[in-house]
């Protein structure tokens, strides 16, 4: 198997009612995200209403794209790795605590994603970032979108194409990258309209053309943000490569154990003793 590509593993089967629950997952997320750019100015009473009303918005998303993809098609053994990933990612990643944007929760989700199918790697997001905020006390606003970045960064590395060996890692190790920045330029969206004076010229001001409310949020990116980010993918990098194989080894050993998917059934006993003869009454007493 080294010379060719790994087949696929499916913890969770996506039903297509799923997959159209998933896609409007997707576009209420980025209606969450970007609406300081599409939301004219005055729309809403108070400046904090809008990642309030998003913010529940997400979490019942959320429920309902977990309770379809339940439905489709997560059985015993699936919930039960499941669930033991969610406890490993809740428990190492208070280790990097995010600082100077260093994340161990990351390249779990990678490998999961990858091995497991992208099914299990948005379902994983989901529940490793809510379980990581029970434990840390990281409950409020936000949580809803790391919940829903995180998601993703799961679900899109069970999309990646096939490879194996050395170009695998190195394809996932880019991914692990790539996904360190964009989730860091995404949830910067949840609060920059509130963490600047509105006198900064790399703040949020409403009413403002397209273009040059994007020039101002690029620039407070590269200002506040892009450092963190760095500091995301480099340690996704890192881990990928480094435990990447052996991680990507386990995972693979335990789908093959476990045949999420393997079609069961019950038939009739065949043999010589397919009839045991009844057992003879009981003449005691």
Not at 4 to 25: L, N, Q
Not at 49 to 60: A, D, E, M, S
Request: net charge positive.
């Amino acid at each position: 198997m080294s010379g060719s590509a790994r087949p696929r593993t499916t913890a969770i089967r996506i039903t297509p009612r799923a997959g159209a629950i998933i896609a409007m997952a997707a576009f209420v997320g980025a209606v969450a995200f970007f609406w300081p750019f599409v939301v004219a100015p005055g729309k809403f009473g108070s400046s904090y209403t809008p990642p309030l009303i998003f913010g529940v918005l997400l979490v019942l998303v959320l429920c309902v794209v977990i309770s379809e993809i339940a439905e489709g098609g997560i059985n015993s053994k699936a919930l039960a790795m499941l669930g033991v990933l969610s406890a490993v990612n809740a428990a190492i990643r208070p280790l990097g605590a995010g600082t100077a944007g260093i994340e161990t929760v990351f390249f779990i989700l990678v490998l999961a994603g990858r091995v497991y199918g992208p099914g299990f790697g948005f379902t994983l997001g989901c529940t490793s970032l809510f379980a990581s905020a029970l434990i840390t006390g990281g409950v409020g606003p936000w949580m809803p979108y790391q919940m829903f970045g995180c998601a993703f960064v799961g679900m899109l590395a069970g999309f990646l194409p096939r490879a194996s060996g050395r170009p695998e890692i190195l394809l996932l190790a880019l991914y692990g990258s790539l996904s360190g920045y964009l989730f860091g330029f995404l949830l910067n969206l949840s609060f920059w309209p509130f963490s600047l004076d509105p006198n900064s010229s790399i703040a949020y001001l409403p009413g403002l053309p397209f273009t040059e409310q994007w020039h101002r949020y690029l620039a407070f990116d590269l200002a506040t943000s892009l450092g963190w980010d760095t500091g995301r993918a480099v340690t996704n990098f890192i881990c990928i490569v480094l435990a990447g194989p052996a991680v990507l080894t386990v995972f693979r050993r335990a789908a093959r154990k476990a045949r999420f998917q393997a079609p069961f059934g019950f038939a009739p006993r065949r043999g010589p003793d397919a009839e045991a003869p009844p057992l003879a009454p009981n003449r005691e007493g």
